[in-house]
């Protein structure tokens, strides 16, 4: 081949790439803005899965479950937006680190509603634990406290009650005390 049908050969592939590459943008964008794409109807099996889990760990009524569905639309739909209006603020923040002369004392204001906001998530959170324990009957509050126990040790497992100091230490996670039995230590 001589040098001009390499050339060509060249730059027909950098066209065709620059096409795939636009044409990749493109998809990318209207699949990110399509319309309908934001809430979607609760599946049928989420639901009852949901339900059922209400009425055997805590013995829902029907009524209960049903408040509990509606209380979970709203909490979910009032966190969508305060996540997402967190993650703005975070990039508008983050993006600042490439404007040349931006510093921390500039995006002070960034941060502070970061804070608010997170602020705000945190007692929608709380808020919506508090009315599920409202929900509850005085013998189902007893089963929900356990159960939300569980629930935030798996979330923040470092999150254990404080143990006496003077006794033994508790048990690694996962492990109930007692399960592993006491060997003393090897001397040398």
Do not use: W
């Not at 490439?98 to 997170?118: P, R, W, Y």
């Not at 939300?148 to 798996?154: R, S, T």
């Amino acid at each position: 081949m001589n040098y001009f049908t390499n050339k060509k050969l060249v730059t027909l592939a950098v066209i065709l790439l620059v096409i795939i590459n636009l044409s990749a943008l493109t998809t990318i964008i209207l699949q990110k803005h399509a319309p309908g794409k934001g809430h979607q109807p609760r599946q049928k099996d989420a639901i009852e899965t949901t339900t059922h889990f209400l009425k055997t760990e805590l013995q829902f009524s029907d009524e209960q479950v049903e408040g509990f569905i509606l209380l979970q639309d709203k909490f979910l739909e009032e966190n969508k937006i305060l996540t997402q209006s967190i993650g703005e603020l975070k990039h508008e923040l983050y993006s600042s680190l490439f404007v040349e002369g931006s510093d921390l004392t500039l995006n002070t204001a960034i941060i502070e509603q970061i804070g608010k906001q997170t602020m705000l998530l945190e007692k929608s959170s709380y808020a919506y634990f508090q009315t599920i324990k409202d929900l509850c009957t005085e013998e189902q509050k007893e089963s929900f406290d356990k159960l939300l126990g569980q629930i935030l040790l798996k979330v923040n497992p470092q999150h254990q009650p404080p143990h006496d100091r003077n006794g033994p230490p508790p048990p690694p996670h996962g492990e109930k005390p007692g399960e592993r039995p006491l060997t003393p230590p090897k001397r040398k």
